[in-house]
Protein backbone atom coordinates (compact mmCIF):
# COMPACT_ATOMS: atom_id res chain seq x y z
CA UNK A 1 0.00 0.00 0.00
CA UNK A 2 1.33 3.38 -0.96
CA UNK A 3 2.55 5.62 2.19
CA UNK A 4 0.08 8.20 2.86
CA UNK A 5 2.62 11.02 2.59
CA UNK A 6 3.36 9.75 -0.97
CA UNK A 7 -0.05 10.55 -1.99
CA UNK A 8 0.27 14.50 -2.21
CA UNK A 9 0.46 16.53 -5.58
CA UNK A 10 4.06 17.24 -5.14
CA UNK A 11 5.56 13.49 -4.15
CA UNK A 12 6.70 13.14 -7.59
CA UNK A 13 9.29 16.36 -7.24
CA UNK A 14 10.14 14.79 -4.09
CA UNK A 15 11.53 12.12 -5.07
CA UNK A 16 13.38 13.81 -8.28
CA UNK A 17 14.99 16.22 -5.27
CA UNK A 18 16.36 13.04 -3.24
CA UNK A 19 17.22 11.55 -6.26
CA UNK A 20 20.01 13.56 -7.02
CA UNK A 21 23.65 12.72 -5.80
CA UNK A 22 24.15 16.38 -4.56
CA UNK A 23 21.48 15.74 -1.30
CA UNK A 24 23.62 12.83 -0.11
CA UNK A 25 20.66 10.72 0.21
CA UNK A 26 21.34 8.57 -2.83
CA UNK A 27 22.44 5.60 -2.57
CA UNK A 28 25.25 4.75 -5.30
CA UNK A 29 25.16 1.13 -5.26
CA UNK A 30 23.33 0.27 -8.27
CA UNK A 31 25.19 2.39 -10.46
CA UNK A 32 28.19 0.10 -9.36
CA UNK A 33 26.46 -2.83 -9.99
CA UNK A 34 25.54 -2.23 -13.15
CA UNK A 35 28.61 -1.42 -14.38
CA UNK A 36 30.44 -3.87 -12.81
CA UNK A 37 28.65 -6.66 -14.40
CA UNK A 38 29.96 -8.86 -17.18
CA UNK A 39 27.00 -10.45 -18.37
CA UNK A 40 26.10 -10.00 -21.75
CA UNK A 41 23.73 -7.15 -22.53
CA UNK A 42 20.73 -8.91 -23.24
CA UNK A 43 20.60 -10.43 -20.42
CA UNK A 44 21.59 -7.23 -18.16
CA UNK A 45 17.80 -5.77 -20.22
CA UNK A 46 16.06 -8.94 -19.24
CA UNK A 47 17.40 -9.36 -15.92
CA UNK A 48 17.04 -5.31 -14.93
CA UNK A 49 13.97 -5.26 -13.29
CA UNK A 50 14.67 -8.09 -11.11
CA UNK A 51 17.72 -5.54 -10.05
CA UNK A 52 15.29 -2.76 -9.50
CA UNK A 53 13.44 -4.93 -7.19
CA UNK A 54 16.54 -5.49 -5.32
CA UNK A 55 18.13 -2.35 -4.74
CA UNK A 56 14.65 -1.26 -4.02
CA UNK A 57 14.32 -3.67 -1.77
CA UNK A 58 17.94 -3.13 0.17
CA UNK A 59 17.44 0.88 0.26
CA UNK A 60 14.32 0.71 1.17
CA UNK A 61 15.09 2.27 5.20
CA UNK A 62 17.72 4.53 3.09
CA UNK A 63 14.80 6.11 1.02
CA UNK A 64 12.43 6.02 3.78
CA UNK A 65 14.33 8.02 6.39
CA UNK A 66 15.53 10.55 3.70
CA UNK A 67 11.75 11.09 2.65
CA UNK A 68 11.25 11.58 6.20
CA UNK A 69 14.26 14.16 6.51
CA UNK A 70 12.96 15.84 3.77
CA UNK A 71 9.22 15.91 4.22
CA UNK A 72 9.63 17.15 7.84
CA UNK A 73 12.13 20.50 6.96
CA UNK A 74 9.29 20.75 3.66
CA UNK A 75 6.27 20.64 6.06
CA UNK A 76 8.00 22.96 8.23
CA UNK A 77 8.43 25.36 5.10
CA UNK A 78 4.94 25.37 3.96
CA UNK A 79 3.65 26.08 7.71
CA UNK A 80 6.52 28.74 8.10
CA UNK A 81 4.69 30.48 4.92
CA UNK A 82 1.95 33.24 5.53
CA UNK A 83 -1.49 32.82 4.20
CA UNK A 84 -3.31 35.83 2.56
CA UNK A 85 -6.20 37.21 4.80
CA UNK A 86 -9.30 36.75 2.72
CA UNK A 87 -11.44 39.17 5.30
CA UNK A 88 -10.91 42.99 6.09
CA UNK A 89 -8.79 42.67 9.48
CA UNK A 90 -10.04 46.42 10.91
CA UNK A 91 -8.14 47.83 13.78
CA UNK A 92 -8.65 49.66 17.01
CA UNK A 93 -10.29 53.11 16.33
CA UNK A 94 -11.31 51.85 12.93
CA UNK A 95 -7.02 51.94 11.24
CA UNK A 96 -7.27 52.48 7.70
CA UNK A 97 -10.69 54.64 8.08
CA UNK A 98 -10.88 58.35 7.99
CA UNK A 99 -13.17 59.75 10.70
CA UNK A 100 -16.32 60.01 10.68
CA UNK A 101 -17.87 63.63 9.72
CA UNK A 102 -20.37 64.72 12.27
CA UNK A 103 -21.24 67.78 11.02
CA UNK A 104 -19.88 69.40 14.65
CA UNK A 105 -18.13 72.81 14.23
CA UNK A 106 -17.50 74.59 17.27
CA UNK A 107 -17.55 77.91 18.25
CA UNK A 108 -13.99 78.29 19.41
CA UNK A 109 -12.29 75.02 18.87
CA UNK A 110 -9.20 75.70 21.15
CA UNK A 111 -11.75 76.60 23.85
CA UNK A 112 -13.62 72.82 22.70
CA UNK A 113 -10.39 71.26 23.08
CA UNK A 114 -10.15 72.30 26.92
CA UNK A 115 -13.73 71.72 28.06
CA UNK A 116 -13.98 68.68 30.36
CA UNK A 117 -17.00 67.19 32.29
CA UNK A 118 -18.06 68.45 35.55
CA UNK A 119 -18.31 65.82 38.37
CA UNK A 120 -22.09 65.05 37.69
CA UNK A 121 -20.82 64.31 34.30
CA UNK A 122 -22.51 67.20 32.51
CA UNK A 123 -20.35 68.85 29.35
CA UNK A 124 -21.28 72.14 27.71
CA UNK A 125 -20.14 73.15 24.17
CA UNK A 126 -20.94 76.39 21.99
CA UNK A 127 -21.48 74.95 18.67
CA UNK A 128 -22.15 76.65 15.40
CA UNK A 129 -25.02 75.15 13.06
CA UNK A 130 -25.18 75.04 9.21
CA UNK A 131 -26.42 78.63 8.65
CA UNK A 132 -23.87 80.59 11.01
CA UNK A 133 -26.61 80.45 14.09
CA UNK A 134 -24.84 80.10 17.49
CA UNK A 135 -25.50 77.12 19.78
CA UNK A 136 -25.37 75.76 23.56
CA UNK A 137 -25.60 72.54 23.43
CA UNK A 138 -25.55 70.27 26.33
CA UNK A 139 -25.73 66.52 28.07
CA UNK A 140 -24.85 64.61 31.28
CA UNK A 141 -23.37 61.20 30.40
CA UNK A 142 -21.82 59.13 33.23
CA UNK A 143 -18.75 58.25 30.78
CA UNK A 144 -15.64 60.39 30.12
CA UNK A 145 -15.32 62.56 27.08
CA UNK A 146 -12.86 61.06 24.43
CA UNK A 147 -10.25 63.17 23.21
CA UNK A 148 -9.54 61.29 20.08
CA UNK A 149 -13.03 61.03 18.84
CA UNK A 150 -14.34 63.47 15.74
CA UNK A 151 -16.76 65.97 17.38
CA UNK A 152 -18.06 65.42 20.86
CA UNK A 153 -18.39 61.22 22.30
CA UNK A 154 -18.39 60.06 25.75
CA UNK A 155 -17.65 56.63 25.60
CA UNK A 156 -17.54 53.74 28.87
CA UNK A 157 -14.14 53.03 28.51
CA UNK A 158 -13.94 50.12 30.52
CA UNK A 159 -15.83 48.24 27.81
CA UNK A 160 -16.57 50.36 25.02
CA UNK A 161 -20.21 49.15 24.22
CA UNK A 162 -21.84 52.17 25.38
CA UNK A 163 -21.99 55.80 24.07
CA UNK A 164 -23.00 59.38 23.31
CA UNK A 165 -21.83 60.78 20.47
CA UNK A 166 -23.59 64.22 18.95
CA UNK A 167 -24.43 64.64 15.20
CA UNK A 168 -25.36 67.71 13.07
CA UNK A 169 -27.67 67.73 10.26
CA UNK A 170 -28.21 70.58 8.05
CA UNK A 171 -32.15 70.73 7.32
CA UNK A 172 -33.54 71.18 3.88
CA UNK A 173 -35.07 74.54 2.88
CA UNK A 174 -38.92 75.12 4.35
CA UNK A 175 -37.99 72.54 7.51
CA UNK A 176 -38.07 75.28 10.26
CA UNK A 177 -39.01 72.49 13.54
CA UNK A 178 -39.48 69.10 14.62
CA UNK A 179 -42.82 69.07 13.77
CA UNK A 180 -41.61 69.68 10.06
CA UNK A 181 -39.66 66.42 10.41
CA UNK A 182 -41.40 63.38 8.71
CA UNK A 183 -40.58 60.01 9.16
CA UNK A 184 -39.84 59.65 5.61
CA UNK A 185 -37.30 62.70 5.99
CA UNK A 186 -35.67 61.67 8.99
CA UNK A 187 -34.95 58.39 7.74
CA UNK A 188 -33.36 60.06 4.86
CA UNK A 189 -31.12 62.44 6.85
CA UNK A 190 -30.25 59.52 8.87
CA UNK A 191 -29.43 57.45 5.91
CA UNK A 192 -26.97 60.33 4.75
CA UNK A 193 -24.91 60.74 7.95
CA UNK A 194 -24.85 58.53 10.83
CA UNK A 195 -25.91 55.68 9.10
CA UNK A 196 -24.12 56.72 6.02
CA UNK A 197 -20.95 55.93 4.74
CA UNK A 198 -18.78 58.51 6.03
CA UNK A 199 -21.13 58.56 9.28
CA UNK A 200 -20.28 56.66 12.95
CA UNK A 201 -22.47 53.64 12.64
CA UNK A 202 -22.22 53.33 8.46
CA UNK A 203 -18.45 53.17 7.80
CA UNK A 204 -17.22 49.82 7.42
CA UNK A 205 -20.85 48.96 5.32
CA UNK A 206 -24.23 50.02 5.47
CA UNK A 207 -26.08 49.10 8.70
CA UNK A 208 -29.58 46.82 7.76
CA UNK A 209 -32.43 46.50 9.66
CA UNK A 210 -32.86 49.80 10.98
CA UNK A 211 -36.63 50.52 12.61
CA UNK A 212 -36.92 53.82 14.33
CA UNK A 213 -40.02 55.04 16.13
CA UNK A 214 -40.49 58.25 17.98
CA UNK A 215 -40.93 57.71 21.88
CA UNK A 216 -41.23 60.89 23.40
CA UNK A 217 -42.08 65.04 22.07
CA UNK A 218 -41.31 68.06 23.95
CA UNK A 219 -42.86 70.87 22.28
CA UNK A 220 -41.35 74.05 21.33
CA UNK A 221 -41.86 76.39 23.59
CA UNK A 222 -44.56 79.24 23.07
CA UNK A 223 -42.46 82.35 24.41
CA UNK A 224 -41.05 84.18 22.00
CA UNK A 225 -38.74 85.55 23.87
CA UNK A 226 -37.13 81.47 24.36
CA UNK A 227 -34.26 80.11 22.19
CA UNK A 228 -36.13 76.57 23.06
CA UNK A 229 -37.06 74.39 20.34
CA UNK A 230 -38.02 71.65 22.10
CA UNK A 231 -36.90 67.95 21.97
CA UNK A 232 -37.90 64.82 20.59
CA UNK A 233 -36.58 61.19 21.43
CA UNK A 234 -36.52 58.22 19.05
CA UNK A 235 -35.35 54.76 19.72
CA UNK A 236 -33.77 52.75 17.21
CA UNK A 237 -32.61 49.33 16.50
CA UNK A 238 -29.82 48.49 13.60
CA UNK A 239 -27.18 46.39 12.99
CA UNK A 240 -23.73 47.54 11.88
CA UNK A 241 -20.61 46.18 11.15
CA UNK A 242 -17.13 46.52 13.21
CA UNK A 243 -13.95 47.54 11.75
CA UNK A 244 -13.23 43.54 12.00
CA UNK A 245 -16.14 43.32 9.38
CA UNK A 246 -18.13 42.08 11.98
CA UNK A 247 -21.58 42.04 12.32
CA UNK A 248 -23.21 43.80 15.43
CA UNK A 249 -26.85 44.48 16.63
CA UNK A 250 -27.24 47.31 18.61
CA UNK A 251 -29.95 49.82 19.75
CA UNK A 252 -30.24 53.44 20.47
CA UNK A 253 -31.61 56.19 21.76
CA UNK A 254 -31.79 59.59 19.26
CA UNK A 255 -32.58 62.84 21.04
CA UNK A 256 -33.02 65.75 18.86
CA UNK A 257 -33.34 69.15 18.75
CA UNK A 258 -33.65 72.42 15.82
CA UNK A 259 -31.45 75.42 16.19
CA UNK A 260 -31.28 77.11 13.42
CA UNK A 261 -31.07 75.27 9.98
CA UNK A 262 -29.66 72.27 11.76
CA UNK A 263 -31.15 69.04 13.30
CA UNK A 264 -28.83 68.27 16.64
CA UNK A 265 -29.09 64.63 17.06
CA UNK A 266 -27.42 62.78 20.56
CA UNK A 267 -27.01 58.64 19.76
CA UNK A 268 -27.03 57.24 23.18
CA UNK A 269 -26.12 53.39 21.93
CA UNK A 270 -25.09 50.14 23.52
CA UNK A 271 -25.49 46.45 22.48
CA UNK A 272 -28.85 45.03 21.73
CA UNK A 273 -28.14 42.21 24.46
CA UNK A 274 -27.10 45.10 27.12
CA UNK A 275 -29.78 47.11 26.53
CA UNK A 276 -32.09 45.81 28.44
CA UNK A 277 -29.49 46.19 31.32
CA UNK A 278 -28.17 49.93 30.63
CA UNK A 279 -31.81 51.11 29.26
CA UNK A 280 -32.45 53.30 32.49
CA UNK A 281 -29.02 54.79 32.42
CA UNK A 282 -28.91 55.15 28.15
CA UNK A 283 -32.41 57.11 28.90
CA UNK A 284 -31.29 59.31 31.32
CA UNK A 285 -28.47 60.78 29.08
CA UNK A 286 -30.96 61.03 26.23
CA UNK A 287 -33.67 63.20 28.76
CA UNK A 288 -30.84 65.42 29.21
CA UNK A 289 -29.97 66.81 26.00
CA UNK A 290 -30.32 70.01 25.12
CA UNK A 291 -29.61 72.21 21.83
CA UNK A 292 -30.61 75.60 21.40
CA UNK A 293 -29.78 78.82 20.27
CA UNK A 294 -27.80 81.41 22.24
CA UNK A 295 -28.05 85.01 22.80
CA UNK A 296 -26.09 86.37 20.71
CA UNK A 297 -25.77 89.32 22.79
CA UNK A 298 -23.42 86.82 25.10
CA UNK A 299 -21.41 85.72 22.39
CA UNK A 300 -20.28 89.11 21.58
CA UNK A 301 -19.02 89.57 24.47
CA UNK A 302 -17.57 86.31 24.53
CA UNK A 303 -15.66 87.05 21.58
CA UNK A 304 -14.65 90.18 22.31
CA UNK A 305 -13.05 89.31 25.73
Known amino acids: MTPAYMRFPYWALILVFLSSPAVGFTCPRRNTLIASSTQPTKYLIRRQPSLDLSMSRTNESDVTRADFVSKSLLGSLVILVPGVANGFEGGVGGLGKTRPQTGVVFRDPEAAAEISQS ?10 SPDGTPVFLSFSAPWPLSKSAAGIEARDISGGLES ?16 DIKPALLSSLLSQTIFGSTGKFGMYGAPTDIKIKKIFQQSSSSDETSNASGMTIYQSSFTTLTPAMRESDRKA ?15 TTTTSVRFSKQEGVLRKIA ?6 SAPKSNLNLRKSS
Do not use: M, R, W
Not at 164 to 179: A, F, I, N, W, Y
Not at 287 to 292: G, K, N, P, Q
Open 119 to 128: SSGDVNYELI
Open 164 to 179: SCVQVVELPKGVTSLD
Open 253 to 267: YISASVAGNGLFLLV
Open 287 to 292: DSFSAI
